[in-house]
């Protein structure tokens, strides 16, 4: 599938189908995909446990599930716990240097490992080490590009995949998370038992609404032929209809099947 195709056809799937299962081999491509995702310091911040729902007892299953993830925890074959390392600081000056010496961080930049030495570890990574807040919010801005590159990933190898929120006090004694771990999302994988569009793409703002141009207050301007480029290119694609009753009957049809309340 094409890179606009499979920003396009992303969804949150939450009618899995829970009796085909996914292979290793394309978990094994979201998580190689998360661990080629840009990073800081080039650190591992995203960490990631897999679980497969059959290895899973129903009652731990229930353990897991907060008040808005709930039936979809059940239904789909994997659950990726995501999370970020607040240990990143840890041999960050080996890392950096290595990247001098690989050219990645170029001389005519400042690089050398004086530099690194001197002034990127003790003015920049210590003082953030040691800010709670300035790290945690570090740990979640670099996981999440990992979290986001693993789900691309496994919508260009067909899979179905969401993100939810989880119980993450009672997660962390299941898996023994250790503490230094802070938990992001959980990544719901499997083949949809609903229609893979899920009744038409989400309802989204104007571009002018949220970027700008310059400075605050002077809205990005849409160029109309880019507008009708990624139509044709399938980024953007057909809208969730404000008749929702083709999709109503739908979920009606999966209720139907997995015997869920209506």
């Known amino acids: 599938m094409e890179f606009k195709q499979v920003v396009g056809s992303r969804r949150t799937i939450r009618f899995f ?17 998360a661990n080629r995702a840009s990073r800081a310091v080039n650190a591992d911040f995203a960490k990631a446990i897999v679980c497969y729902r059959d290895e899973l007892s129903d009652e ?53 490992h004086a530099y690194v030495d001197d002034l990127v570890y003790p003015q920049v990574l210590e003082p953030l080490s040691k800010d709670q807040l300035a790290t945690v919010w570090a740990v979640s ?52 038992a609903e229609d893979a569009k899920g009744g038409g ?9 949220s970027f700008y141009r310059g400075q605050y207050g002077n809205p990005w301007t849409e160029i109309p032929a880019v507008t009708e480029r990624l ?18 009957t739908e979920i009606k049809q999966l209720a139907d099947r997995f015997g869920l309340p209506l």
Not at 232 to 237: A, L, S, V
């Open 201 to 209: 793409q989400r309802p989204r703002r104007k571009l002018s609404d």
């Open 231 to 248: 139509k044709d290119e399938g980024m953007i694609q057909e809208p969730m209809p404000a008749d929702a009753s083709e999709r109503m």
């Open 60 to 112: 731990v299953r229930a353990q897991m599930k907060t008040p808005t993830t709930t039936v979809q925890i059940d239904l789909a074959p994997v659950t990726i716990f995501w999370y970020g390392d607040t240990s990143f600081v840890n041999g960050a000056q080996g890392r950096l240097k290595e990247l001098v010496d690989l050219g990645a961080l170029p001389v005519t930049h400042g690089w050398t």
């Open 141 to 192: 801005v670099e996981a999440g590009l990992a979290i986001a590159q693993a789900m691309l990933a496994g919508v260009d190898e067909g899979l179905g995949v969401g993100l939810h929120a989880f119980n993450a006090a009672a997660v962390k004694d299941i898996l023994k998370v250790p503490d230094h771990w802070v938990p992001m999302w959980i990544l719901l994988v499997g083949y949809p």
């Open 17 to 33: 189908d829970p009796n085909r299962p996914v292979e290793e081999e394309k978990i094994q491509v979201m998580l190689e995909a």
